[in-house]
């Protein structure tokens, strides 16, 4: 079973293509370093009646859309090899720091997952 990081965060709406160029280049990076997929999701429909929403515990306002994605690794060890090597590459850094994407680390939430339950429906026989 796999192992992801998961993780939430708001991003100003008029700097979204500025964002996802960054992500492109950072999802890179870390498939590079072992990461077998990449995902990150712009939120569309944030309520449902009756539950918190991203959008409330990110504290997102009317201006920011809420950023939704994962990493997905072989296994934690995988995961950790992975996050070292990124944390070091001069790549990253050089990305954040040329950017104006409005990516603030301080407003993500962010976990590591063990496998609950895993069904990929793909199509092949």
Known sequence: MNYIDGFVFPIPRDRLQDYRQMAKAVAEIWT????????????????????RSFTELVSAKADEAVVFGWVVFESRAARDEANRNVATDPRVADLMASS????????????????LVQLIKDGRD
């Open 32 to 51: 590079e370093y072992g990461a077998l997929a990449y995902q990150e999701y712009v939120g569309d429909d944030m309520t449902l009646n009756g539950t």
């Open 100 to 115: 104006d994407s409005g990516f603030d680390a301080s407003r993500m939430v962010y976990g590591g997952f063990e496998t």
